[in-house]
T-cell receptor, first 111, second 113 residues
Framework: DAGITQSPRHKVTETGTPVTLRCHQT?????MYWYRQDPGHGLRLIHY???????DKGEVSDGYSVSRSKTEDFLLTLESATSSQTSVYFC??????????FGPGTRLLVL | GNSVTQMEGPVTLSEEAFLTINCTYT??????LFWYVQYPGEGLQLLLK?????DKGSNKGFEATYRKETTSFHLEKGSVQVSDSAVYFC????????????FGTGTLLAVQP
């Protein structure tokens, strides 16, 4: 298994509060991604990173920001959580040959 | 734009039945195609992939052939087991520079003993 962990694994928060999800890898892969998974939508890309301090938006980036200050860590922040951001969030990593390896996911409930 | 369309689920089969999950895509050029599997409570795992037309990806008894003429990448297995129960996602990668994947909506497979 690819060395990729996500924390927390579960979180319940209230509307309007900030939330940060962490993705950590031990593979030294260049590319890291954040997806959200919702019924009827499959996985949708939020943001991705192609190197330290190099990030870009995906298809559903509104309301989310990311940071990558070290190769191994990719943080996803919801500045002010909304109920529409209740979802399962997956981090993925890739060495650059198209295949992506996924973390176990974080279940976020925004009340 | 690029997109992936999968058959709606759930697909319910008896053990040892033949499985087909349809996947078609829309993309410019020559994307790479993937099938990922998600077991309950887990992240996605790569099941198989194909990078050019007429390639056949295979793994764990599953197969899929890259058909450019029909823009399809259907997943098949000759004899399913209860342990194959999962959600299956078809995906394509068109951007070799960033390796971004575009996923279908997923198909739930339930195999009954």
């Amino acid at each position: 298994d690819a060395g990729i962990t996500q924390s927390p694994r579960h979180k319940v928060t209230e509307t309007g509060t900030p939330v940060t999800l962490r993705c950590h890898q031990t593979e030294n892969h260049r590319y890291m991604y954040w997806y959200r998974q919702d019924p009827g939508h499959g996985l949708r890309l939020i943001h991705y990173s192609y190197g330290v301090k190099d990030t870009d938006k995906g298809e559903v980036s509104d309301g989310y920001s990311v940071s990558r200050s070290k190769t191994e860590d990719f943080l996803l922040t919801l500045e002010s959580a909304t109920s529409s951001q209740t979802s399962v969030y997956f981090c993925a990593i890739s060495p650059g040959e198209e295949t992506q390896y996924f973390g176990p996911g974080t279940r976020l409930l925004v009340l | 734009g690029n997109s992936v369309t999968q058959m709606e689920g759930p697909v319910t089969l008896s053990e040892e039945a033949f499985l087909t999950i349809n996947c078609t895509y829309t993309a410019t050029g020559y994307p790479s195609l993937f099938w990922y599997v998600q077991y309950p409570g887990e992240g996605l795992q790569l099941l198989l992939k194909a990078t050019k037309a007429d390639d056949k990806g295979s793994n764990k008894g599953f197969e899929a052939t890259y058909r450019k003429e029909t823009t399809s990448f259907h997943l098949e297995k000759g004899s399913v087991q209860v342990s194959d129960s999962a959600v299956y996602f078809c995906a394509l990668s068109r951007d070799g520079a960033t390796n971004k994947l575009i996923f279908g909506t997923g198909t739930l497979l339930a195999v009954q003993p």
